[in-house]
Structures are given as C-alpha cells and as structure tokens.
C-alpha cells in the first residue's frame, strides 16, 4: 500500500487562504474555516512551517563514523503510547482542555516526555511564536491539538531517521524506525481517524517503510515534514 501524497499547490493555497474568516470560534480553533470539526490533519496543515533542506540521499555513512542505535527504552516507549488514552479532538464541544498560550511550551513538554523520538532528536515546535489571540485561525488553544502537533511531528522525526538508516545502511538503526513507524498509527493521534485521514495515510507510510521502499518517505518529508528540524535533514 503506498502513502498518498499531498500536492505541495495544495497546502501553499490551504496557507494563503489562512486570513479568510472563520464561520465560528469552534472553526477557528480548530485551524479551519469549516462549520464543522476538524481532523488533526487539517490543523496540521494549517500551522505555518518553515522551509528546511529535503533529506538528501545517501549511499553510505563516513568512514570511521559511529553508528547510530535506537534504545530499547525509545521503543517501550512507543508501544506504550499505543496502548495511552486518546485526547478529546478539538473539534467535539464535550470534554475539551483549554491551554492558555503561555503555557503550550510546557504542556508540550509535558507530552512530549511520552512521546518516542530517535537519538539526537526531540520536540521543537516553536509554540510562542503562534498566533496568542484564539480568534486566528492559526492559534493553537486545546491539548488535544498540542498533542496531535507533537505526535505527528514525533512521527516526522522518525520518517527522517528512517531515510538516514536506509542511506546509510545501518540495518539495526532502520529496523528500529521500521518497528516505531508501525507503531504510529496506533499512537493517540493517529487512532480511530476516517478511513480519509490520518490513521490510513501513516499506515501507507508504515507499508513502504516495511517494504523498504523510501519513496514514499521522501516525499512525506518533502509534502508535510519540511518544518520538523533533525539532525538528518
């Protein structure tokens, strides 16, 4: 099964059309203009990014170079966040967190403590520099969507560790990214989304990455993981 990709005219236009307004305070939270709740994908797409260098291709590491290793710990921890309570979706009127903009950096932290990342990567969002008023449409105001936004970028770290092992041909290293990107549609974000979101798209993504196919990954990292700084990219 191979992932979908999303034009990149796509997403330059969703962010374009970002200052129309929004039919109601719910829409507006939820990062869209929609009289109806969001999926965390359309908030993803959303949240503004910044353009990073693509992954390049690698055939091998440098001499002499140490070999990156995954702890046993990174994917206990990953399994575990399979089995974690799912976040009320900020979309749903009933059980909603309201997080005031100072506090998304240490909410984020907070999450991000369960949250699997490969050696030398971990959360980066740059939470202060979002919209504060919760009218825009770009603001970030419910746990449920900080979580979405550190999971899915969690998972782009993980795609560019992947394309590193693969590049590099370090066996044990892609192994263990291949056994974390399985896992990801499992984790709380990814579960249970419409057969059109999320939860269908990463498992393309964890079907190329079983197969050993990297060009459904580079293009993931391309489309929708540009703005996720690692150490690989």
């Known amino acids: 099964m191979q992932a979908e990709a999303v034009r990149p005219q796509v997403l330059e236009e969703r962010w374009k059309r970002r200052s129309t307004p929004p039919r109601t305070a719910t829409t507006r939270a939820a990062g869209h203009d929609r009289g109806v709740g969001s999926s965390p994908q ?3 797409r959303s949240v503004p990014r910044a353009r990073v260098a693509l992954l390049p291709a690698r055939e091998g590491a440098p001499a002499g170079a140490p070999r990156v ?4 710990e990174t994917l206990a921890r990953s399994t575990a966040l399979t089995a974690a309570p799912k ?12 997080v005031p903009h100072t506090q998304l950096p240490a909410v984020a932290a907070e999450i991000a403590a369960g ?35 550190v999971e899915y970028r969690a998972a782009c770290t993980w795609v ?16 263990a990214a291949t056994t974390v990107l399985r896992d990801v549609p499992a984790w709380p974000t990814f579960r249970g989304q419409p057969a059109d979101d999320m939860q269908v798209f990463w498992n393309g993504i964890t079907a190329a990455a079983s197969a050993r196919d990297p060009g459904p990954l580079r293009r993931q990292i391309e489309l929708n993981c540009r703005s996720v700084p690692t150490p690989w990219s």
Request: hydrophobic share 40%.
């Open 42 to 44: 359309r908030l993803w």
């Open 69 to 72: 290793t995954v702890p046993p």
């Open 87 to 98: 976040q009320v979706p900020s979309g749903q009127d009933d059980g909603r967190v309201r």
């Open 115 to 149: 949250v699997p990342y490969p050696p030398g990567a971990g959360e980066s969002m740059d939470w202060e520099a979002l919209p504060a008023n919760p009218r825009d449409m770009s603001s970030v105001n419910f746990r449920s969507d900080v979580q979405m936004l």
């Open 160 to 175: 560019a560790f992947w394309l590193h092992a693969f590049g590099t041909a370090n066996a044990p290293a892609l192994g």
